[in-house]
C-alpha cells in the first residue's frame, strides 16, 4: 500500500458523501478506533443520571429527616430543588424525590421515556429560575444572580445534551 492509498482510506473515514469533514466521533467510530464503553454509554447520560439521583439522594434523606424528627431541619433546604414546594411538607420531598429517582434509572436504563421527562424538568426547572435571576438583577444580589444563572445553565445544557441527534440515537438503538 502506497501512502497516497493510506491517505485516501484515512480520508474516507473523515469525509462524507458531499466531501465535508465529519464529526470526530462518527468518524472514530467508522475507523474502528473507539472503544466499546465509547460507543455504547456516553458519559453525559451518566453524569446527568448521577445528578438526578444525587437531588434525588438529597432530597430523600431530607425528607426522612423531617419525617423522623419534625422540627430538626427548616424545610428550606429544599428550596433550591423544590421551587415553593418544599411549604407542601417533608411528602413531597419524598414525592419529588421519588420522581427524580425514576428519572435517574431510566435514564441509566436508556429509557427514551425518561429521557423525554429529564427535559422537561430541565426546562421547567429553567421556567421556576427566571423569576428569582430577575429578583436578584432588580435587588442587585450578586450572589442570587450568580447561583440562579448557573441553575440556568446546567438545565439548559442538560435539555441541549439530552435532545441532541446523536444521543437521541443512542437512546432509539438502546429501546
Known amino acids: 500500500m502506497s501512502t497516497g492509498d493510506c491517505d485516501k482510506s484515512l480520508h474516507k473515514g473523515y ?15 467508522r475507523m474502528g478506533l473507539l472503544s466499546g464503553k465509547e460507543k455504547g454509554d456516553p458519559a453525559g447520560i451518566r453524569a446527568i443520571a448521577g445528578l438526578f439521583a444525587l437531588c434525588s439522594a438529597y432530597l430523600t434523606s431530607a425528607g426522612l429527616a423531617m419525617l423522623i424528627s419534625p422540627g430538626a431541619i427548616s424545610m428550606s433546604v429544599g428550596a433550591p430543588l423544590l421551587f415553593g414546594l418544599e411549604l407542601a411538607g417533608p411528602y413531597m420531598f419524598l414525592l419529588v424525590a421519588a420522581i427524580g429517582a425514576v428519572i435517574a434509572w431510566g435514564l441509566f436504563k436508556f429509557s427514551n ?18 423569576p428569582i435571576v430577575s429578583a436578584a438583577t432588580i435587588m442587585v444580589e450578586p450572589k442570587m444572580l450568580a447561583l440562579g444563572g448557573l441553575g440556568i445553565i446546567v438545565r439548559v445544557v442538560i435539555a441541549w445534551y439530552l435532545w441532541r441527534e446523536d444521543v437521541v440515537e443512542q437512546f432509539s438503538q438502546r429501546s
Do not use: D, E, Q, Y
Not at 469525509?15 to 467510530?29: D, F, V, W, Y
Not at 421515556?113 to 427566571?130: E, I, N
Open 15 to 29: 469525509l462524507g458523501g458531499n466531501g465535508r469533514p465529519r464529526s470526530s466521533r462518527i468518524a472514530l467510530k
Open 113 to 130: 421515556t425518561a429521557r423525554r421527562f429529564a427535559v422537561l424538568t430541565a426546562l421547567a426547572g429553567v421556567v421556576m429560575l427566571v
